[in-house]
């Protein structure tokens, strides 16, 4: 299906464990962006990608790691899980041009017990 | 980090009313975005506005961007019980070259009575 998707769409992890959230773009968008989403938090950046290979720290990245190899796929890996990765985790693309637009995925729940 | 103001936080409403919310940032922006969240789903765009002064609408929706552009504000006439979710607004700072990065308002949760 064309658009944005997210898997898994629910998750619950141990702590210490690594856990890894896949996003998948068909619209051969360049950039790709990971939030999560927290109450009294709104939405913040964790990290994003402008191209293939090209990845840059948002406004929490702490404790999480991303990979672009390919232009369409953009995983979000927690290493070692904490309880305060419990969250619901949104990817985003935009193309290269545009005003800003970004789309999102369906939303990603993580809980780590 | 950069902050967007968004007010209310939440609106409780009867169906029909007409609904207004608004965000403000001490920077000047180039976008801003609004965009809804249903429950269990990702933020969907709305509106998006592109220069000082525009007012744009989509359908029952009319978003403005400031003249200062420094805030914009949306509007929902003939509320629905569909119109129940969060709204986002969202931004790109002028001058911000990195990654299209944008900054959300922590959102507007709006309950409609039917």
């Known amino acids: 299906d064309a658009g944005i998707t997210q898997s898994p769409r629910y998750k619950i992890t141990e702590t210490g464990r690594q856990v890894t959230l896949m996003c998948h773009q068909t619209?051969?968008?360049?950039?790709m962006f990971w939030y999560r989403q927290d109450l009294g938090h709104g939405l913040r950046l964790i990290y994003y990608s402008a191209a293939a290979d090209i990845t840059d720290k948002g406004e929490v990245p702490d404790g999480y790691v991303v990979s672009r190899s390919k232009t369409e796929n953009f995983p979000l890996t927690l290493e070692s899980a904490t309880r305060s990765q419990t969250s619901v985790y949104f990817c985003a693309s935009k193309g290269s041009g545009g005003w800003g637009e970004q789309f999102f995925g369906p939303g990603t729940r993580l809980t780590v017990l | 980090g950069q902050q967007l103001n968004q007010s209310p936080q939440s609106m409780f409403i009867q169906e029909g009313e007409d609904v207004s919310m608004n965000c403000t940032s001490s920077?000047?922006?180039?976008?801003w975005l609004w965009y809804k969240q249903d429950p269990g789903e990702g933020p969907v765009l709305l509106i998006a506005?592109?220069?000082?002064?525009e007012l744009t609408s989509n359908g029952r929706l009319t978003a403005q961007f400031g003249i200062t552009r420094k805030d914009s504000f949306l509007n929902i006439s003939a509320s629905i019980p569909s119109d129940v979710g969060i709204y986002f607004c969202?931004?790109?700072?002028?001058?911000?070259?990195?990654?299209?990065?944008?900054?959300f308002g922590e959102g507007t949760q709006l309950t409609v009575n039917p």
């Open positions: 619209w051969s968008h360049s950039y």
């Open positions: 506005l592109y220069k000082a002064g």
């Open positions: 969202a931004g790109q700072v002028q001058g911000e070259t990195s990654g299209s990065r944008l900054t």
């Open positions: 920077s000047i922006f180039n976008t």
